[in-house]
């Protein structure tokens, strides 16, 4: 029978249990729905899952959904399961046994959503597979990871297109990020031949953030003030390095705050068990590197506190942007130092030229907002494209304005250098 607005809001209600769509959820539901690609740009939190989960429920065979985690798979495939939707996924952690009972749930039509990483994608067994299978679309997730100039690049996500061509040509496609720097956006288009997708864009402004950067001096202090003064609340620290991440998970931990680190240098099971206390809220702070973060969806977290700059504004805002996904407010601090700039720069000195370059533009940018004296949120919304009239009276330049102004002087070092 044919899939009605009607069905679909029905169809929400029923699994998901959310009595209205969000934005733009409805229209590119319907876009997927009627066959056509979408190109989807919507900040953290907005709601993107949905906008492939409930299709591939509602229309025939299983959809593919591309992810560039094992975390955030086993994250949606738990929680569909959870509502009684048959998911499964492929990777690298599926033993043989498991990867055959897999695929032959996918032939026997019972599965709805196959989640698959890229590299698996690239194996010539897996292609053999799915090509045998009935796929109702293919959705790739966290798309920004097809660009070098996104803060995730990975190399396997530039292959995708042609994958998916030779499992067959006519499957509609359904690309989300949230991501949207102009640069990145057409990036994206190119590589995965979307030009001609219809493109929902919505506003990148977190109204419900509060950005602030903070000098590094007496850092340790700061944050453990910071931390105590939100007891019990669920927060992120990001560092720079796993030793780093270590030390601060330890410094709070002798603080009595109840913290877990989170970096690629643990067990894979560690690091499993760590996300799963912080989700399951047996532990209030997760102290990682930015492998931890990617998809996850934990709607009460109410500070992500910078220990180190990041490498980029796009970073920065994908990492904040972890805060306040139920809506409520949420603090982001930036601790800043340009010795931290100038650490980021050095680790790019082995990399190509064009490379190098690109990093040095990003880091530049990262620099100008930190130091200049402009409403924060205009200054990320302009990054992204976006024109803010007036200024958000909701960051520290807004609310507590101090005249520092170094930006100039200081891209023009990590510039030169
Ligand atoms: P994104 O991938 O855009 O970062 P998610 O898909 O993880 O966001 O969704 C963020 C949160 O919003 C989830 O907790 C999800 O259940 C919730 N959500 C999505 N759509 C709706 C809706 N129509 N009504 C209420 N909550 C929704
Ligand atoms: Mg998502």
Redesign the pocket.
């Known amino acids: 029978h044919p899939i009605t607005i009607d069905s679909l809001k029905e169809q ?1 209600k029923k699994t ?1 249990g ?1 009595s ?3 934005g733009e ?1 409805e229209a590119i539901i319907l876009n997927t729905v009627q066959g056509k690609n979408s190109f989807v740009l ?9 906008c492939y989960q409930l299709p591939a429920i509602v229309m025939e065979g299983t959809a593919i959904v591309i992810s560039p985690l094992i975390a955030l798979m086993k994250n949606q495939v738990d929680q569909m399961l959870a509502f009684g939707i048959n998911a499964q996924f492929l990777n690298s952690s599926l033993t043989r046994a498991e990867i055959n009972r897999v695929k032959a749930e996918v032939i026997s039509g019972a599965v709805k959503l196959l989640y698959i990483a890229p590299e698996s994608l690239n194996k010539q067994e897996n292609l053999n597979f799915l090509k045998q299978a009935k796929i109702s679309f293919v959705a790739i ?1 966290e798309a920004h990871c097809i660009s070098e100039w996104g803060h995730d690049f990975r190399p396997e996500y530039r292959k995708i297109r042609t994958i998916i061509e030779t499992i067959d040509e006519k499957m509609p496609i359904i690309a ?1 990020t ?1 991501t949207a720097t102009p640069k990145v956006q057409i990036d994206i288009q190119k590589t995965l031949n979307l030009e001609d997708a219809t493109v929902f864009k919505s506003s990148f402004n977190r109204k419900n953030l509060y950005y602030e950067i903070r000098s590094k001096k007496d850092i340790d202090k700061q944050l453990i003030r910071f931390i105590k003064s939100h007891n019990g609340k669920a927060g992120i620290i990001y560092c720079l390095s796993r030793k780093r991440v270590e030390e601060i998970a330890e410094l709070l931990h002798v603080n009595s705050v109840k913290a877990l680190p989170y970096h690629a240098g643990l067990e894979p099971q560690v690091r499993m068990a760590n996300q799963e206390a912080f989700l399951n809220e047996e532990v209030d702070v997760m102290v990682a590197t930015i492998a931890f973060g990617m ?1 996850i ?1 934990k ?1 009460d977290v109410r500070f992500v506190i910078h220990y180190d700059a990041p490498k980029s504004l796009e970073g920065y805002y994908q990492e904040t942007g972890r805060a306040g ?1 139920d809506g409520l407010d949420g603090t982001c601090i930036l601790f800043y130092t340009y010795d931290d700039i100038l650490k980021l720069d050095k680790f790019n000195k082995d990399k190509a030229v064009t490379e190098k370059e690109n990093a040095k533009i990003l880091l530049s940018e990262m620099v100008y907002y930190t130091n200049i004296g402009v409403c924060r949120r205009k200054q990320l919304l302009h990054y992204f494209g976006e024109h803010m009239a007036e200024n958000c009276g909701f960051c520290d330049n807004c609310m507590h304005p101090t005249p520092t102004f170094k930006a100039e002087e200081e891209v023009s070092l990590v510039l030169k250098a």
């Not at 919507?42 to 949905?50: F, I, N, Q």
């Open positions: 929400l998901f959310f209205q769509f969000r959820q919507m900040p953290t939190g907005a709601g993107k899952s949905l997730d989300l949230a998809g969806d709607p996904r």
